[in-house]
């Protein structure tokens, strides 16, 4: 196949997002739209953006601040987003988990990254909630993302 051939070629979608029943008020349309519009590398390269961040904060966590492996993975853990793409992995988690801090569904990726540019979700805000996701369930059914 041709150069031409190669760049016309369509990308394989991204891969369907389920959404749990306790979480289809935080989903509007253009999350789906969104999610919809991304390609399966599109999706890769964000779970490896979002793998490379917790990674990080785990590392200084462990050598920097000299906590045991699987506290600074609980810090991690709520200290960022994790999004769920099946029902499945909405409920794997390795910590005891409230509903609010369940994991968010892949569609709102865009929607907590433009809060956080907008400085609506920082470290400070977190800090006052139980977990990331808590906070970003909270700003929603605020209005405020």
Known sequence: MGLLGKLLRAKPPAPPCAIHPDDRDLVRSEDVEWWNGLSLADCQALERKDSAHRLAEFRKLTETHGLPSSAAGEQVRFAFPTYYRTLEHRGDEKFFVGAPDAKLPCVL???????????????RAVARASSFNALVRQLIHAGRI
């Open 109 to 123: 990726q865009s929607r907590v990254d433009r809060a956080m540019k907008k400085r609506l979700i920082d470290d």
